[in-house]
Every structure is written in C-alpha cells, then in structure tokens.
C-alpha cells in the first residue's frame, strides 16, 4: 500500500475523530496564549528599558545643567555636590540592560524570574533584591502562566497520544487487522506510515505556530538563525515521543493497554524523572538561603568602618592597585571622607567573594541537573531551548558578571579620584559618562 494511500485513510479517519480535532484545536489554542504570554513579556521588557534609558538621559542632562550654571546640585538636597567624585559618579547614570531577544516569544526561561535591568551605582551588588530567585515552569503554571515551550515540551506528548492511542488496537479488536496486514505486505511499513502522518500533522502544527510567534516579535529580522535552531529542537524532541509510541503501538495488543502505557510514559517523563531530580538536587545541595551574603550586605559597611584607619587603608590599596600611583602625601592622607567610601569598596570586594561562593554551589546544582539528562529529556530541551533564547541560568549569570565589572569599574574611577582629592568639572563629569557607558 503507498504512503499516498495510507495518508489519505488517515486523514479520513482523523476527520470523522471530533476528540482528536478537538485535541488539536486546545494545543494551537495553548500554543497561541503560550506564544502571546513571552510576546507580552518581551513587549513589556523593552517598553521598561526604552524608559529606563529615557530616565538616565534626562538625568545626565539635569547633571549636566548643574555645571552649566555653576550649581553644586538640586536645591532640595543641600549636601549633594557634584563636584566630588562620589556625587558625580552618583549622577553618572549606569543603567546595565538584559535586552530581551526576539525569540523570547518561544521560551521565556527565567525572564521572569530575574531582573533584565539595573542602575549600577556603588552600593550595588549582584544579588540586590531586584535580582530575584527562580522558580520553576509548573509554578509558573499554577499562577496562571505558560509560555510556548512549556506547550511543546509538556502537551505535545499528551496530543500525540490523543492521536495514536487507538492506531492498531482498533482494527485488532475488530478483527480485520490480519486482513491489513495482507494488503500492505508489512505490518511495521503500515504502523510506522500511520504513526508518521500524526507525526507530520504535528510538525506542521508546531511550525505554524512558530512562524505567528516569528510574526509577532519580527523573529526573522534579527534572530532567523535562532528560529531554524528552536525549530530544530522541537523536532528532535517529537522524534523522542515519536520513538517511544511507536514501539508501544507495535508491541501492544488492545486499545486500552496502548492508552495506559502510553500514558505512563507521559508522566514518568514529563512530571515523575524531572520532580525526582529536582527532589534529588534539593537533598543532595540545598538551596543556599545566603544567610552569611545578607548579614554581610546589611552589617559589613558599619563592620568595616569601625576598623582602625591603617587597616582600611592597607585593604583598600592591597585592592586598587591603581592608588599605588597617587603621590605619597595624598596617600597618608585618611580624611572620613576616604574612609568612607574605600570601606564601600572593601564591603563591594566583600560582596564579590560571598557571590563567587553562590554562583559555585549554583553551578554544582546545575552539573547534577545536567548529569540527568540521559533519562530527564523534558529538562535537557527546556534547558537547549533557554539556551537558545539566551533565558538560561547560565545568562543570567553572564548578565550579573556584568554587572559586577561596571560595580567594580565605577568604584575604582571614584576612588582614585577621591584619593587623588580631585575637584570634578563639567569635561571631568563628560569623562565619566565616556567612561562608564556600554
């Protein structure tokens, strides 16, 4: 019997089916509100960067008109004086972006969980509480939000069995399925041709939607790349899901028993394998509540200002190699001006070796995780497909690296100028904003 042959039987037999078109109709109405929620959150992500941008710009130009009327800062703020270094790298807007990608619209990943901008400003520090923790795609489902992969990785499985589960069962209980194999010469040719028309059915369900997600956020003007790669992944994975069925179609005999294997996989795969690992990696290292960071974050600058003045000042240069170079009597000089804010920058050197510690234990969690995939495949292509929308923990990592080198640029323009006793002017403000932008 020709592939032609059998595809059309099916397509026939899919149309006289109300539960199976029924079944297709709530997956692209799933993939179509998945698609809209990562549209909305990248809409509302680029909306809030435009603004914060718009805000840093208007604040550099209020600094700027500070030194343009010889003002020394805001008359309702006396003690700002832009003229000191700290003030004006305290006006020196720093804003560091997670520009949203196109493909957002696909797999939101931890776009939600953390922050896609921050105003870099000394005291900043990589795990402010604007930098919140994770939390999981079934969470994100019980508040009433799923994004496209979650549609794709958890539902397509379910529709794939709505579609199959009666593919052989039906004919052997009603007794003709000998006859079939007569006809077609084979049975696996004839299971595999019908199996593959659900399959194709699929495939084109998925690219369909992909191509209104493409539509909404411009995908092929800048990420088309990124597209055929997301596609890609989706195909690898219904092939996983195509393997599975087809095997328990050819080895089962009734309908029923089809249905409950098919079923048991299903949830093995999508809920008990990545629920266990989850569990696993909580026993094994649990999450670091950052005790030790927050009492840090909280207590250390008065910890350390209350240290003798030789202590912060052989700390602080053992740091800032660069205030070696400032002449010998600008060095001895400790006023409580430099002693302030050379204690922002050891507590900030502080900060640093406690995120270090954070981002390991992190990293170890995710080396467990990653351990898994041979047998946890619905964590495996959430993660290729943050991966490819560049949502991934491991992004988010890079995003708050970033945020620590402007931290520590920032901090070490100030200092050596609060050293170097240096009087800031309107070309010395310039130079920050030259020097502090991306």
Known sequence: MKIITIFLYEWSHFKRSPFKIIAVLLFVVAGVYGLHNGFHLYKEQTKEIEKVKQKALK????????????????????????????????????????????????????????????????????????????????????????????????LLPLLLLILLYNIKGLENEQGFLSLIYVQTGSKNWWLFTRVSFYALLSIVLILGLMLYGAILTNVFQTASSEFWSIFTWFLEYLFIWFIIYFFILKLSKSTIATTLQMLGFWVVFAFIVPAAVHQYVSIKKPNNLMVAYLDLQRDGYADILKEEDSIIKKKIFRLYSELNKIPDSLQNSMSLYKKRYSSAAILNSLLKDNSEIIERENGFRNTIVENTYLFNPVTYFQNRLNKATKTHYYDYQDYRNEIQQKIDKKLTIMLTDIWKETKVNKQKYLNYLEELKD
């Not at 003002?71 to 305290?90: D, E, L």
């Open 59 to 154: 604040e550099k130009e209020t600094t700027l008109a500070y030194f343009n009327e010889g003002k020394k800062g805001p008359k309702a703020k006396p003690w700002v004086n832009v003229s000191m270094p700290f003030w004006a790298i305290w006006h020196t807007p720093t804003p560091k972006f997670k520009t949203p990608e196109p493909t957002l619209v696909y797999s939101v990943g931890q776009a939600e969980q953390y922050g896609f901008y921050k105003n870099v400003t000394v005291w900043s520090s990589v795990y402010d509480a604007d930098m919140a923790e994770e939390i999981a795609n079934p969470e994100r489902l019980q508040i009433g939000t799923l994004d496209f992969s979650f549609v794709v990785l958890y």
